[in-house]
T-cell receptor, first 120, second 116 residues
Framework: DTGVSQDPRHKITKRGQNVTFRCDPISEHNRLYWYRQTLGQGPEFLTYFQNEAQLEKSRLLSDRFSAERPKGSFSTLEIQRTEQGDSAMYLC??????????????????FGPGTRLTVL | AQKVTQAQTEISVVEKEDVTLDCVYETRDTTYYLFWYKQPPSGELVFLIRRNSFDEQNEISGRYSWNFQKSTSSFNFTITASQVVDSAVYFCALSEADTNAGKSTFGDGTTLTVKP
């Protein structure tokens, strides 16, 4: 299977603990996105990478959140000192580079299954 | 700022009925892309269609069809002869070219339930 994978699928933690999630994008995709989705809402953009460079971060991403993509392949999202409000589904997506004359900004994103975080 | 509104929170139909999911968007850009994604109960978002702002031609793919009207900033999605397997949450999304990021702004989704 060459789709986007995320690990773990579920994480339950106590308030104040740190958690780290991993995303493995489709291998030839150079863009990787993190979104957060809460119940009854659509995904909200958190941050994105082009290769190893983190090019944009949402204002939703507080200082407790950090993301990396050290070798331009997999990415990690860490949440420090978790709060109950962090409980959500964390989605990773990737998209392909330029295809023909279409810039990659127009390419659809392929999503992983998500990591569901529950903070007690 | 870009915004996507899916006014229908939940829709319930009986199998074989046609159903239309509405999507209205706001953007200041003249160049943008619109998407529809499906999120089945398993949770993984699945891409359905992409449409750019310069192409208002409607598209049909099997039982699915999309109606893009720039004049009303709408990008509606119709499922013909619905099936139980169509039950899912459907999201409309917008990506603006000027952001040069490709990140998408999603609506809050429409939960479609197709009853046998």
């Amino acid at each position: 299977d060459t789709g986007v994978s995320q690990d773990p699928r579920h994480k339950i933690t106590k308030r104040g603990q740190n958690v780290t999630f991993r995303c493995d994008p489709i291998s030839e995709h150079n863009r990787l996105y993190w979104y957060r989705q809460t119940l009854g809402q659509g995904p909200e953009f958190l941050t994105y990478f082009q290769n190893e460079a983190q090019l944009e971060k949402s204002r939703l991403l507080s200082d407790r959140f950090s993301a990396e993509r050290p070798k331009g392949s997999f990415s990690t999202l860490e949440i420090q000192r978790t709060e109950q409000g962090d409980s959500a589904m964390y989605l990773c997506a990737s998209s392909s580079p330029t295809s023909g004359r279409l810039p990659s900004v127009y390419n659809e994103q392929f999503f992983g299954p998500g990591t569901r975080l529950t903070v007690l | 700022a870009q915004k996507v509104t899916q006014a229908q929170t939940e829709i319930s139909v009986v199998e074989k009925e046609d159903v239309t999911l509405d999507c209205v968007y706001e953007t200041r850009d003249t160049t943008y892309y619109l998407f529809w994604y499906k999120q089945p109960p398993s949770g993984e978002l699945v891409f359905l269609i992409r449409r750019n702002s310069f192409d208002e031609q409607n598209e049909i793919s099997g039982r699915y069809s999309w109606n893009f009207q720039k004049s009303t900033s709408s990008f509606n999605f119709t499922i013909t002869a619905s099936q139980v397997v169509d039950s899912a949450v459907y999201f409309c999304a917008l990506s603006e070219a000027d952001t040069n990021a490709g990140k998408s702004t999603f609506g809050d989704g429409t939960t479609l339930t197709v009853k046998p």
